[in-house]
Every structure is written in structure tokens, then in C-alpha cells.
């Protein structure tokens, strides 16, 4: 498969593709795809930036310092002398250094942190499947257009067979005179409506595989086509969609919701957190040296260390902590809100799409009889009216007939195919619908 596909850019030779290829490709190569992995992969290193906050932090400082003037004290008069003393303390050269580790031993801000980390991971990794089902919604849509395209072709040239063939019959009657001019006129001017509904038809046709490959991140340039057939929507082989509501936990957005709803509860949290006391102990070692001279400053070293316990509490901050908290429930409470819409909203579409899909069911399978049966009564009309038996206005009106039919079956073809998809996709279950491709 990966070779198959692949080859799109390479070959110029046109590949005839599958509605489940071009999804496979899709999810495979289309950038939206990889920059959901990407959002993903990065949520994942903010996880462990933020338990990075309780593992222990070491830094070291290394300072040399020459002292071109050296600070004045003064002494005031009576201390030492009867007169006021300036005296000039310390060396041309200090050196100093030193290393210290510090280690957050309680921050409960920081360890909620952690906790909203890991859900910011469970959100991304969602979205992930989130953007594989538009992907493949997006795909699915692009490739039933063009396959309309591809079925409303075949049925005009069939009519434009028979057209060609009614045309020369009475050219060759025209021409014995048994029939008028304007009965040969009138034929070969639906013969030329037929040859232009095709070359429109093509265009479009054209239009819809260029949105398609977009769809699939392939390159405009890629000649490609899609599988001339409607063999997998065949009326005979669908069955009517069930009309009770899916599971909410198969809904990508509904969980989605859920987890945006548990990091507003503990954004709440943080906010409570903050009035809590940190807590953290710290280790330091370093030493200091001190000459006159530049290099017996890089030798005469007197070496310290210290070790501490410290303690942040907050006591007032202008009412900005209580500000902020209150702001956080406000959230909180919107988004409870927010769900409880949204969830309705979900259960709304896939009622709607329940009920798109079983009328569209029923419009296509009326349309597809009304289409045979069409079929046959022009088939009939062109016979007899090769044998005599049947005027021209009568073989035109069961053209006409034709010709509604087809147009019908077509429009109603490509609502049915998109229903179903709407139906998956609002339900939760579009990778289902990919799984049961053939």
C-alpha cells in the first residue's frame, strides 16, 4: 500500500483509488494530521516540564571582581581620633563561587500543576483522533462528489449513444423524405444538449477530484481517478441506519468537553492552592578569595557552606488571589453550562442525520426504480418509433422523463452518501464506517 501510494507524485500514469486508499492516504500524509501528533508529542513534554518543579534544581556562579577604586569609610571623630578617620577596606582582586541546589519539598499549586499537565496530554491526544475523523469526513465528502460526478457521466453517455443513434436514423429519414426537417432538427439539437451536460459534467468531475486530492494532502499535480462505480451504495445492499443515539462517550467532542470540565475544577483548585505556604530547602558551598595581586587572587581561597530550610507565606496580595479564584468558578460554572448545551447539541445532529439518512434512504431507492423504469419506457419509445408506431413528441417526452429521472437518482445518490456519513460522524462511529469499506 505505502509503495501504491506513494508512487502518486513520482508517476504520472493516473492510479484508480478506493474511497478506503484515499482515506488511508490521508490519515498517512495530509499535514493536519502530523501537526496534531505534533501538539500531542509537545503536550507530553509539558508534562515532564512540570515535574520538573519537585526534582532538584543545581546552579553554580563564578564572579571576579577588580576593584579599580575601592569604597571610603569614615569613622566618625571622637570614635578612634579627635578628628574624623577614612579608611579604605579590602583588595584590588575578589574572586568568588559557588554551587547550590535547591529542592521543593511542598508546593501544592505545583503539584495540581502536574495533574493539569496530564489532562492537557488526554485533550491533545483526542484531538489527534478528532482531526483523523475530519480528515476522514473531509475525504469521504470529496471522494462521493467526484464518484456522483463519475456515476451522472456514465448515464449521459449512455444517453448520448442512443441520441447518436437516433440522430443518424432520422438523417437517413430526412433524407427519403419520410420525416420532417424540424423532427431531424429537433433531435440533433438534444444530441448537442447531451454533448454539452457531458463536457460540464467533466469539468466538474475535474473540479471534485482537485478538491479530493487537496483533501488527501496530495499534490495538485498527481493524476489520479476513483473507481467508476457505485457498487458499495447500492440500493439493494443498504440497510436503513438505526435511529437510537449512540453512547456520548463515543462523541470526540463530548469528551473533549469533559476534560475541559475537569481543568476548570482544578484551575479552581490552583487558585485555592495559592494561599497555601511553599516550602523548600536549599544547600549551598563556596568560597571567596581575596589579594592585592592578580594571581595570588586565583589561589587564596577560604571555602563556606550553608544548608536551609525556607518558607513562603502568602499574607496579602490586594485581593488578587481572591479575585482570581472567584474568577475560576465563574469558569467552572460556564463550562457545566457550556456542556449541558453542547451535549444537547450533539444529541440534536444525531437525530437529525438519523432522520437525513433513513429519507434520503427512501428518496434513493424510489429515484433508482423511477430510473429503470424510465429507462425502459425511452428504450420502448425509441423502438417504436424506429417501427412508426410512435411520434417524435412522444419519444421526447419519455427522454425528458429520462433525463428527470437521472438527475434524481443522482442528486438523491449523493444526499444518501452523505447522510450516511453525517450519520457516522455525528455518532461517533466514522472509524467504523472506514473499517467496513471494502
Known sequence: ?????????????????????SINYTLKHHPSSTISQYSAQSAAEKIRESKSVFLPSVAGSVGLDYNIKLQTSIIPAGSFSPTETKLQIGNKFSNSAYVQADQNLFDKSSSLGITVAKVDKEIADLNVLKQNETLIYNTATAYYEALTYAEKGRLLRESEKQYATMVGILKLRYEQGVVKKSEYDRARVNYNNVQSEIQANDSSYKLALNTL????????????????????????????????????????????????????????????????????????????????????????????????????????????????????????????????????????????????????????????????????????????????????????????????????????LLDYLNGRLSYYNNTGTISQFVNDLK
Open 213 to 412: 486530492k487537496n483533501s488527501m494532502g496530495l499534490e495538485l499535480e498527481a493524476v489520479i481517478t476513483i473507481e467508476d462505480s457505485v457498487s458499495n451504495a447500492d440500493v439493494k445492499d443498504l440497510k436503513l441506519a438505526e435511529s437510537s443515539l449512540s453512547a456520548p462517550d463515543n462523541i470526540i467532542n463530548y469528551r473533549i468537553d469533559q476534560k475541559n470540565l475537569e481543568l476548570k475544577s482544578l484551575d479552581v483548585k490552583q487558585k485555592k492552592a495559592a494561599f497555601f505556604p511553599t516550602i523548600s530547602m536549599y544547600g549551598k558551598y563556596g568560597g571567596n578569595a581575596y589579594s592585592s595581586e592578580f594571581v595570588p587572587a586565583l589561589s587564596n581561597w577560604f571555602d563556606y557552606s550553608t544548608i536551609g530550610i525556607k518558607a513562603t507565606i502568602p499574607l496579602f496580595s490586594g485581593f488578587k488571589k481572591k479575585s482570581q479564584l472567584a474568577q475560576s468558578k465563574f469558569s467552572l460554572a460556564s463550562q457545566e453550562l457550556t456542556n449541558k448545551l453542547n451535549l444537547q447539541t450533539y444529541k440534536l445532529n444525531v437525530q437529525n442525520a438519523s432522520t437525513q439518512i433513513v429519507s434520503a434512504y427512501t428518496n434513493l431507492k424510489k429515484n433508482k426504480e423511477n430510473l429503470l423504469l424510465a429507462k425502459e419506457m425511452m428504450d420502448a419509445s425509441t423502438i417504436e418509433y424506429r417501427e412508426g408506431t410512435a411520434t417524435l413528441s412522444s419519444l421526447l417526452d419519455a427522454e425528458y422523463s429520462y433525463k428527470e429521472a437521472r438527475t434524481n437518482y443522482t442528486n438523491t
Open 1 to 21: 500500500m505505502a509503495v501504491y501510494l506513494g508512487a502518486f507524485e513520482a508517476n504520472a500514469q493516473s492510479q484508480v483509488l478506493s474511497l478506503k486508499e
